[in-house]
């Protein structure tokens, strides 16, 4: 953990209290820990806007499984996209809908441009795409495109 330093912010009272107010509802317990999620999340907004920047996330869709294959060609983009895809859920909501959410990793445009693919096929009914920095190690490669041995 890095070293903590105190600095003063001037705001105007009604800005407070509805800062106030909205820390309490979230449940954090105290302005230092309210203001430094403000920050970290201001700040991955701007490192996400970065095409090159490592991202992660989860992209969530809800679609009628009955339309044209759509499962079909959802799973074949996840294939062609296999190193960003870590992880997929699908639940079904009722006899028609669908919910599929997936965890990626990987360059922020890439993401982006698989999330786009995704959730612009035809069928597709609501979407939505949640994405944050994230920093990797500079001692391995985050992103890497190779075959793992089977282990036993």
């Known amino acids: 953990?890095?070293?903590?330093?105190?600095?003063?912010?001037?705001?105007?009272?009604?800005?407070?209290?509805?800062?106030?107010?909205?820390?309490?509802?979230?449940?954090?317990?105290?302005?230092?820990?309210?203001?430094r999620h403000c920050i970290r999340r201001e700040l991955s907004e701007e490192i996400v806007s970065d095409p090159d920047a490592p991202v992660a996330g989860v992209l969530t869709l809800v679609y009628d499984h009955h339309d044209n294959d759509l499962p079909g060609r959802l799973t074949s983009l996840q294939h062609e996209a296999h190193g960003m895809v870590l992880a997929t859920m699908h639940v079904?909501?009722?006899?028609?809908?669908?919910?599929?959410?997936?965890?990626?990793?990987g360059p922020a445009a890439a993401v982006n441009e698989l999330a786009d693919r995704l959730r612009s096929s035809r069928g597709v009914l609501q979407s939505s795409c949640s994405l944050t920095a994230i920093e990797a190690a500079p001692e391995r490669h985050v992103f890497h495109d190779h075959a793992h041995k089977d282990h036993a």
């Open 1 to 35: 953990m890095s070293e903590l330093v105190r600095f003063g912010v001037s705001l105007e009272r009604d800005l407070l209290t509805a800062f106030d107010r909205h820390s309490e509802r979230k449940g954090f317990a105290n302005r230092s820990e309210a203001l």
């Open 92 to 105: 079904h909501l009722d006899e028609h809908h669908c919910l599929e959410t997936m965890a990626l990793r």
